[in-house]
């Protein structure tokens, strides 16, 4: 009896640490899938200044002085810095996160959202279900990826 239980530990145990194993695994498949996707939008828009180019010039020349930005991570403090210079005012920004610190006008998703007419999302592995979210709540503001403004597809704000 003492063998069998025994046995069975060892299998039960076997199982889960191939589970646990396959869990890691997945887990770090998909950070190297994510910061491959920040360096390779990062990288392009490294290209862009190094050509004088500010990725935010389609954007006034479109007549659009102001936005709002979903997601307060490290793209978001080089997005707001390039639309300084550009002159187009961030009015408000939306992220999930309980406690931004030294920010105004910050806004949960589940807050009432002020009327804008584009918000940018900073948060490129997740923009599909973002935009999603953000489609329900904000029936009339065009939604673009950080990546697509980069990549000059602002033309997407006249959807």
Known sequence: MFLLALFAGIFIGFILT????????????????????????MD???????????????????????????GMGKVYHHLKYEL???????????DEKDEVLGEQNVYMLKDQLPDIKVVIVTV???????????RKRMLDSAIISVNDLINGKGDIINE
């Open 18 to 41: 191939v589970y646990a194993c396959g869990y890691v695994l997945e887990r770090e498949k998909r950070y190297r899938k994510k910061f491959l996707m920040y360096y390779q939008m």
């Open 44 to 70: 392009k828009w490294m290209l862009h200044m190094e050509r004088g180019e500010n990725v935010c010039r389609g954007l006034k020349e479109k007549g659009i002085d102001t936005v709002a930005i979903y």
């Open 84 to 94: 300084q210079q550009e002159g187009v005012t961030v009015k408000y920004v939306i």
């Open 124 to 134: 490129i592995d997740e923009y599909d279900d973002i935009r999603e979210q953000l």
